[in-house]
C-alpha cells in the first residue's frame, strides 16, 4: 500500500478494517488466530514544496494567461477550453496565494459569503464553518473572479438549491482547474507545483515574514500547531538569510567560526 502511495493514516485505517474482519473470522471458527499485521510507521514530515521567488510566480502567471488563447478549444476529456480560461487561473492562483485557502473552498465560497473582510466557509475540509481573513489584493481577485462569466461555467451546480455540496460536480470543477494548471507550471519550470502547493507558498511567505506560527496556523485553519509545524524550518533559515546581511565579510571568504565568545573584562 505504501508503494501505491497511500498515506500512513490511510493504510492503517485499512488494516485495522482487515484485523476486524480477521477477528471475526476467528470467532466464527474459520480461523485459528488472528494473524499480528503490520502497522505503518509515521513518516518524518517532508518539507513543504512552495513558490520562492516572485519570478517563478511571475513565470507561472504569463503560462496561465497565455490560456486565454484557445490553442486547443475542444471537451479534452470532460476538461473544454471556454473564453477567459487564463484569466480565470490566473485570479484562481492569485487567490490561493493571498489567502492560503484549499482550492475546494474557492469552489463553493460565493458571493453572499463575503462579509466584510472575512469569506465565511461553510463546508471545510473538517466539516466545521470557518473563515478566511482577506486582504485588499484578495478581495480585488476575489471580485474579479465572481465578475468572470467562465467561472461560473466552471463551478455551476457545486452546490444545489439548499446550499449542499454536490460532490461530483466539485470534482469536475477541480478536474478543470488541475487539467490545465499542471501543465502550465511545467511550461514555466514548476513540475513540482500543484494547486495545493499555492497553500504551502502562502504559508511558507508568512512564516518567512515573521508571522507568529499560531497565527498562520489560524490562517491556515489547520487542527492544530503540529500540523503548521512543516514550516517552522523556514523561519530559522530566513531569520539566518538575515543576519548574514550583516557580515562585514566577502561572499566566499573563510569563516573562522559561527560563535562570537564573549570575555567579562576582569581588569
Known amino acids: 500500500m505504501e508503494e501505491a502511495g497511500l498515506s500512513a493514516s490511510t493504510i492503517q485505517r485499512r488494516i485495522s478494517t482487515l484485523s476486524t474482519a480477521l477477528e471475526i ?28 521567488t516572485e519570478e517563478e510566480e511571475d513565470r507561472l502567471r504569463a503560462e496561465l494567461l497565455s490560456l486565454d488563447r484557445p490553442t486547443n478549444p ?28 484549499r482550492v475546494s473552498e474557492l469552489i463553493l465560497a460565493r458571493k453572499a459569503d463575503l462579509v466584510g473582510n472575512t469569506l465565511v466557509l461553510n463546508q471545510q475540509k473538517s466539516g466545521s464553518p470557518g473563515s478566511v481573513p482577506l486582504n485588499a489584493d ?16 466552471v463551478v455551476k451546480g457545486t452546490l444545489d438549491e439548499r446550499g449542499n455540496v454536490v460532490d461530483e460536480e466539485r470534482r469536475r470543477a477541480y478536474k478543470w482547474i488541475e487539467y490545465r494548471f499542471r501543465p502550465a507550471a511545467k511550461r514555466a ?42 514550516y517552522a524550518h523556514l523561519s530559522a533559515d530566513h531569520l539566518q538569510d538575515a543576519v548574514a546581511t550583516l557580515s562585514r565579510r566577502k561572499p566566499g571568504e573563510a569563516k573562522e567560526s559561527n560563535v562570537v565568545e564573549l570575555r567579562r573584562n576582569t581588569a
Open 25 to 52: 473470522a476467528c470467532e466464527d471458527e474459520k480461523l485459528d488466530s488472528v494473524p499480528k499485521l503490520p502497522y505503518p510507521t509515521r513518516k518524518k514530515d517532508k518539507a513543504p514544496v512552495y513558490i520562492k
Open 74 to 101: 475542444t471537451n479534452n476529456g470532460g476538461h473544454p477550453w471556454l473564453p477567459g480560461t487564463g484569466t480565470v487561473l490566473a485570479l484562481v492562483a492569485d487567490i490561493l496565494l493571498q489567502t492560503g485557502m
Open 189 to 230: 519550470g514548476l513540475g513540482d507545483i500543484t494547486l495545493h502547493k499555492l497553500r504551502h507558498t502562502a504559508a511558507s511567505r508568512m512564516i518567512m515574514r515573521g508571522v507568529p506560527i499560531y497565527e498562520v496556523q489560524k490562517v491556515l485553519r489547520h487542527s492544530s500547531t503540529e500540523v503548521t509545524q512543516i
Open 138 to 153: 484578495a478581495r480585488e481577485y476575489l471580485k474579479r473572479l465572481w465578475d468572470h462569466p467562465t467561472w461560473w461555467r
